[in-house]
T-cell receptor, first 113, second 113 residues
Framework: GQQLNQSPQSMFIQEGEDVSMNCTSS?????WLWYKQDPGEGPVLLIA?????ELTSNGRLTAQFGITRKDSFLNISASIPSDVGIYFC?????????????FGKGTKLSVKP | DTAVSQTPKYLVTQMGNDKSIKCEQN?????MYWYKQDSKKFLKIMFS???????INETVPNRFSPKSPDKAHLNLHINSLELGDSAVYFC????????????FGPGTRLTVL
């Protein structure tokens, strides 16, 4: 089945710094998704990528769908304290009639003011 | 104006008990899901219902039984609770099955003693 390897597992940064995290997969993906989970809340979709090479921004967030279709990265520029949380890459399982999300293990981001 | 709501937020119970978690969405979506997040924050699909019909049933013990009285509700009943059931359970919904934008509830933290 699909496996997503996400790194780094955790990051501790200073406010204002830029952040980069990435995901790789063992198989080719048709979709790359980035979700954020705030402490005590459920995940929220940040960015969705659908084509190899696609680069998409959402405010200070930028994500890219790797050309090989086996990887994606998420960058956060000029981090602020509210960026704290766990960031998950995810893919949509297209097998059969399924539509569940398959998540990476997450990157926990801590921002020091 | 909560989109996806779950009750209770916290649930502490003894081993062997039976408990239920309720989920409701007011988004008019056709598809609802249950995910489990373990202590390492790994998120995994458990069940998915589309228009009250089960479409995904991952390898989950028979002690877990989802029930969808209508397409706005997907409840999770757990029999004979075990220590390993302790986790955060998230309900989610999407317009249709196979959509990448899923809206998650705030989660229910289940602790089995």
């Amino acid at each position: 089945g699909q496996q997503l390897n996400q790194s780094p597992q955790s990051m501790f940064i200073q406010e204002g710094e830029d952040v980069s995290m990435n995901c790789t997969s063992s198989s080719i993906f048709n979709t790359w998704l980035w979700y954020k989970q705030d402490p005590g809340e459920g995940p929220v979709l940040l960015i969705a990528l659908y084509k190899a090479g696609e680069l998409t921004s959402n405010g200070r967030l930028t994500a890219q769908f790797g050309i090989t279709r086996k990887d994606s990265f998420l960058n956060i520029s000029a981090s602020i304290p509210s960026d704290v949380g766990i960031y998950f890459c995810a893919d949509l399982n297209y097998g059969g009639s399924q539509g569940n999300l398959i998540f990476g293990k997450g990157t926990k981001l801590s921002v020091k003011p | 104006d909560t989109a996806v709501s779950q009750t209770p937020k916290y649930l502490v119970t003894q081993m062997g008990n039976d408990k239920s978690i309720k989920c409701e969405q007011n988004l008019g979506h056709d598809t609802m899901y249950w995910y489990k997040q373990d202590s390492k924050k790994f998120l995994k699909i458990m069940f998915s219902y589309n228009n009250k019909e089960l479409i995904i049933n991952e390898t989950v013990p028979n002690r877990f039984s989802p029930k969808s009285p209508d397409k706005a509700h997907l409840n999770l009943h757990i029999n004979s609770l075990e220590l390993g059931d302790s986790a955060v359970y998230f309900c989610a919904s999407s317009h249709n099955a196979g959509e990448d934008t899923q809206y998650f509830g705030p989660g229910t933290r289940l602790t089995v003693l």
